[in-house]
């Protein structure tokens, strides 16, 4: 793994981002194909985006309350 992949799932966990959020930003960002259509979640699908797009910018939009 690269040293960005690394402090990104990092800075979730201090974070305490939601779980489908990460497990989808961790997909996209390694280039894993999504999930099957029944289990999607839109956390997951917004981390998937954001992922691919190598992003970090909406992490606070998905933090556990």
């Known amino acids: 793994m690269n040293q960005a992949y ?3 799932v990092t800075k979730m966990e201090e974070m305490n981002v939601q ?3 990460v497990l989808g930003w961790q997909g996209g960002f390694l280039g894993r ?3 099957e259509e029944q289990r999607l979640t839109d956390a997951y699908e917004a981390g998937y985006a954001d992922g691919q797009a190598k992003s970090t910018d909406h992490f606070a ?3 556990n309350q």
């Open 61 to 63: 939009d998905w933090v």
């Open 6 to 8: 690394r402090d990104a």
């Open 19 to 21: 779980s489908e959020y």
């Open 33 to 35: 194909p999504m999930r």
